[in-house]
């Protein structure tokens, strides 16, 4: 079983529709991330949490540590939210910044 | 928002030569750097983790002598693939993590290097 467990795999919304992408983890955590990896490949670290609740724009994220679960929500999505959203935790017992990262969801966004 | 940088974004090279990635913190220093390595469709893994002045930590299964990495000051290192070979086609991205001493601490991805060996 993954350390690190996202849902779904993939998404595919209509543009304006609420997107919510969850990631459940198994190992106590320093802080969680959530990326976002375009087509290129290149990767944008959208949120780092250790608790509570952070919002950036259209993206908010939250995560309930003692469930060991984080959501990312995308409010009125848009066709350039299409992306790979990847889940990464730092793992409490390792090196610092040292990440696991989930499989990632794959969002696409259709006008 | 900080910045870090890759060099070259994409390159392509004949099986037995060795090619050098650099990963450079534009705004910050940072002591230390992680490089990963992801094949298609597959999730982001650790391969190293790069301490400005020290010998880089390796993951269990990435063969040190093979991947040398040079973490020469708080603003680059460097990951040099000695002797590719086809399977060593991937995309390799770079890290760096900016301490602060606060809870702002957080890592800065570069736009990542795809390697083809022929």
């Known amino acids: 079983k993954n350390e690190v467990e996202q849902s779904p795999q993939n998404l595919t919304a209509q543009e304006g529709e609420f997107i919510t992408i969850n990631c459940s983890y198994s190992v106590g955590i320093s802080a969680l991330h959530w990326l976002q990896q375009h087509p290129g490949g290149g990767i944008v670290s959208l949120f780092m949490l250790s608790s509570g609740k952070k919002k950036h724009g259209r993206l908010i994220a939250t995560i309930n540590i003692q469930e060991k679960h984080s959501s990312l929500h995308i409010t009125a999505s848009h066709p350039r939210d299409s992306a790979v959203y990847i889940c990464a935790v730092e793992d409490y017992g390792g090196s610092q910044g040292n990440l696991i990262f989930g499989k990632g969801t794959k969002l696409s966004v259709k006008p | 928002g900080a910045v870090v940088s890759q060099h070259p974004s994409r390159v392509i090279c004949k099986s037995g030569t060795s090619v050098k990635i650099e990963c450079r913190s534009l705004?910050?220093?940072?002591?230390?750097m992680f490089w990963y390595r992801q094949f298609p469709k597959q999730s982001l893994m650790l391969m190293a983790t790069?301490?400005?002045?020290?010998?880089?930590?390796?993951e269990q299964g990435v063969e040190k002598d093979k991947f040398l990495i040079n973490h020469a000051s708080l603003t680059l290192s460097t990951l040099t693939v000695t002797s590719a070979h086809p399977e060593d086609s991937s995309f390799y991205i770079c890290?760096?993590?900016?301490?602060?001493?606060?809870?702002?601490?957080?890592?800065?991805f570069g736009p990542g290097t795809r390697l083809t060996v022929l």
């Open positions: 705004d910050f220093q940072a002591t230390t």
């Open positions: 890290s760096a993590y900016q301490t602060s001493g606060r809870a702002t601490d957080t890592q800065y």
């Open positions: 790069s301490n400005e002045g020290s010998k880089a930590t390796y």
